[in-house]
C-alpha cells in the first residue's frame, strides 16, 4: 500500500516572501504520479501542480515549482512570492499508474497562512 | 468556477431522513468518485465509478447508496445516518484513460442531527 506523509501540520509566511511544503511518499510502485491540491476555505479542493514520475524534470505553474526526487521519495512544493490567496490547505496525493480511475493517496495536509 | 457541480451545497437531516446528494460533470469524463472529508483531514475514498459501473467501494455502510444513471451524473443516496456521518462530500471526475487529474467539486456540507 502507498502512503503520503506531510511533516508540517502548519506553516505561516509573509506575503511575497517563499515558503516551501514538505510531502514525502511510500511506495513500491515504479510508475506513478504526484500531485499537490489547495483546498481554501471556500472548501473547493483546486490542482496546483502534477508530476510524473518517469520525468526528471522538475514540474513548475507560474508561481508554484516541485522538487522532485525519486530517490528519496520526496515531493516537496516551493511558493513563491506568496499571496494573501494562497491561503488555505494543502494535500499532497499520489497515484500510480493505471488504465484510469485509480484513487488517489492523499496526506494528511498542511495548513498554510499567508500573514500581510 | 468547478466544472463539476454538486447539490445541495448545505444538508441537515435527521437520522431517520432520506436524502440524495447529486454531482454533475459535462467535461466527458467516464471515471467519477465520492469522497467523504472531515474537518481537518484529508478526503477519504467511498466509491469510484468506471462507465457507469461501480468499480471501488471502499467498505463504506450500506446507509450510503450510490448511483450513477448515466455518465454526466453521480448520486450518493442517504439513508438512516448517523451523527458521525457529518462531514464534507466531495465528488470528483477524470478520464478513465490513462493519466488524468481528477476534478472536485465544492462539496455537500452534510449535518446529521
Known amino acids: 500500500a502507498q502512503t503520503v506523509t506531510q511533516s508540517q501540520p502548519e506553516m505561516s509566511v509573509q506575503e511575497a516572501e517563499t515558503v516551501t511544503l514538505s510531502c514525502t511518499y511510500d511506495?513500491?510502485?515504479?510508475?506513478?504520479?504526484l500531485f499537490w491540491y489547495k483546498q481554501p476555505p471556500s472548501r473547493q479542493m483546486i490542482l496546483v501542480i502534477r508530476?510524473?514520475?518517469?520525468?526528471?524534470q522538475n514540474a513548475t505553474e507560474n508561481r508554484f515549482s516541485v522538487n522532485f526526487q525519486k530517490a528519496a521519495k520526496s515531493f516537496s512544493l516551493k511558493i513563491s512570492d506568496s499571496q494573501l490567496g494562497d491561503t488555505a490547505m494543502y494535500f499532497c496525493?499520489?497515484?500510480?499508474?493505471?488504465?484510469?480511475?485509480?484513487?488517489?493517496?492523499f496526506g494528511k495536509g498542511t495548513r498554510l497562512s499567508v500573514i500581510a | 468556477d468547478t466544472e463539476v457541480t454538486q447539490t445541495p451545497k448545505h444538508l441537515v437531516m435527521g437520522m431517520t431522513n432520506k436524502k440524495s446528494l447529486k454531482c454533475e460533470q459535462h467535461?466527458?469524463?467516464?471515471?467519477m468518485y465520492w469522497y467523504k472529508q472531515k474537518a481537518k483531514k484529508p478526503p477519504e475514498l467511498m466509491f469510484v465509478?468506471?462507465?457507469?459501473?461501480?468499480?471501488i467501494n471502499e467498505s463504506v455502510p450500506s446507509r450510503f447508496s450510490p448511483e450513477c444513471p448515466n455518465s454526466s451524473l453521480l448520486n450518493l443516496h442517504l439513508h438512516a445516518l448517523q451523527p458521525e456521518d457529518s462531514a464534507l462530500y466531495l465528488c470528483?471526475?477524470?478520464?478513465?484513460?490513462?493519466?488524468?487529474?481528477?476534478?472536485f467539486g465544492d462539496g455537500t456540507r452534510l449535518s446529521i442531527l
Open positions: 470528483a471526475s477524470s478520464r478513465d484513460r490513462g493519466y488524468q487529474p481528477q476534478h
Open positions: 511506495t513500491s510502485e515504479s510508475n506513478y504520479y
Open positions: 508530476q510524473e514520475a518517469y520525468k526528471q
Open positions: 496525493a499520489f497515484m500510480k499508474q493505471n488504465s484510469g480511475n485509480t484513487p488517489l493517496v
Open positions: 467535461m466527458g469524463h467516464r471515471a
Open positions: 465509478y468506471s462507465y457507469e459501473k461501480l468499480s
